[in-house]
C-alpha cells in the first residue's frame, strides 16, 4: 500500500536532495573528506548511537580495553559518514568511475554458482560501502537484484530505488519477496540479502554472533532451499578511497534433519560468514544497530 506524502515528508525530501547535489558537486576525494567530518561530528555529538557502539563492541570483543573500543568507535563513525556522502555523491557518478573505483575478487566463485542454473544468492552486510557492491556487478553487466526495505517516507524511498536501480539492477522489496525472488533465480539473476540486523519474531531464527544469540532472518535460507540456488558470501571494504569487493566459495547446503533444523544450520552459517569478514575490517561495520537485543518470545 502506498503512503501519501505529508508536508513533513516533503520537507525532509526537500533536504535531502538539497545533500544529494552537494555530494554530487564534489569530487570523489572530496566526498571521502566531508564524509569523514561528518562522522566525526556524528561522533560528537550523538552520545546514544556512541554509546549503543562501544555495547557492541565491547561485546564482540571482551579482551579489548576501553581505549581499543573508543578508538574503535570513532573509526568507524568516520567511516559511515564517508560511506553517507559517497553513496549521497552516487546520482553523478558514471558507469566508468564506478567501475575504475572498485575491484571484483573472487568474481569466478560466483560464475561458478550461476553456471548451475539456479541463478544465485548472494549474503552480504553492512560493511564497507554496501550500496556500492550491487551497483558495481549490475555496472559489470550482471543481472542483479537486491532485496530490501523500503524507506519510512516515500518521496525518498522512490528516489533510493532510482538511484539503487541505476545501472540496471532491480530491487525487491521485502515484503511478499518470495515470488520476486523465486522468479529472479530462474531467470539467471543474482539476489542479495543483507543478513546483518535483528529480525523481528516472526521472520527470526536464533543464531550465533560472535559468540551470542542473535535474531536473524531465516528468509534467505529457506529461499535456498527451496530454489536450490548456492548462497554466495560477497563482502565490500574500503581500502583508502577505493573499494574491494570479495566475493567466496558458495556455502555448502545443510542436507541431514528436519526443514527447521536445516534453516538453522544454514543461518549459523551465514552468521558465521558475516563474523569472519567483520572481525578483517571491524572499523567498517554498522555497530550503531542493537544487533544482539532478541525480540520478545525468542529464547536464546
Known sequence: ?????????????GAFRLLEGAAARL?????CRAGAWLGRAWHA???????????????????????????LVRRNFEHLGTTAVESLGLARTGRAELLARCR??????????????????????????WELAGLCLAARGYRFCA????????????RVTRLRESFGGTLIHHRHAVRPVLR??????????????????????????FGQPVATNQGL????????????????????????IRLYPALASPVEGSREERVREYTEAFDAAIEGAVRRRPEQWFWVHRRWRLPGGLAP
Open 27 to 31: 569530487s570523489w576525494e572530496g566526498r
Open 147 to 158: 532485496v530490501g526495505r523500503r524507506q519510512a517516507n516515500p518521496l525518498i524511498d522512490g
Open 221 to 244: 535460507a529457506l529461499l535456498a532451499l527451496k530454489s536450490g540456488a548456492p548462497v554466495v558470501p560477497g563482502f565490500g571494504e574500503r581500502v583508502g578511497e577505493r573499494h574491494v
Open 104 to 129: 571484483f575478487e573472487g568474481l569466478e566463485h560466483l560464475d561458478e554458482a550461476l553456471a548451475g542454473g539456479r541463478g544465485a544468492l548472494t549474503l552480504t552486510a553492512h560493511l564497507g560501502n
Open 1 to 13: 500500500m502506498r503512503v501519501r506524502p505529508t508536508q513533513a515528508h516533503r520537507g525532509q525530501y
Open 45 to 71: 555529538l550523538d552520545a546514544r548511537h556512541r554509546r549503543v557502539a562501544r555495547e557492541n563492541v565491547r561485546r564482540a570483543f571482551p579482551q579489548w580495553t576501553e581505549g581499543e573500543v573508543a578508538a
Open 184 to 209: 529472479a533465480l530462474k531467470e539467471g539473476a543474482v539476489v542479495a540479502f543483507l543478513m546483518d540486523q535483528r529480525a523481528s519474531s516472526r521472520e527470526a531464527v536464533v543464531s550465533r554472533f
